[in-house]
């Protein structure tokens, strides 16, 4: 996978995944828009990087497809391979 450079100038989130509820969806911290793991198209966000430790994903790390504000994806459930 090629790693795609970070922009310094956007905004910088933390989102923890254990503590959503739902299906994984949430909302961008900056512009609101809707981010859901289901959507693969790339409009609505971008994976950046990941990272992997011990063959598990612990942090996956994201841009908005709208306000390309820069989204840190913690919080993944013990055995998620990556």
Do not use: H, W
Not at 15 to 39: M, T, Y
Not at 49 to 73: A, F, H, P, Y
Request: net charge negative.
């Amino acid at each position: 996978m090629m790693m795609k450079k970070l922009d310094k100038k956007a905004t910088e989130f933390t989102v923890n995944l254990a503590l959503l509820e739902e299906d994984g969806s949430f909302q961008c911290p900056k512009c609101g828009r809707s981010i859901s793991p289901d959507d693969a198209s790339e409009e609505t966000y971008q994976i950046m990087d990941t990272k992997v430790v011990n063959n598990e994903l612990s942090e996956l790390i994201i841009s908005c497809g709208k306000c390309q504000s820069i989204i840190r994806l913690t919080g993944f459930p013990v055995g998620f391979d990556a």
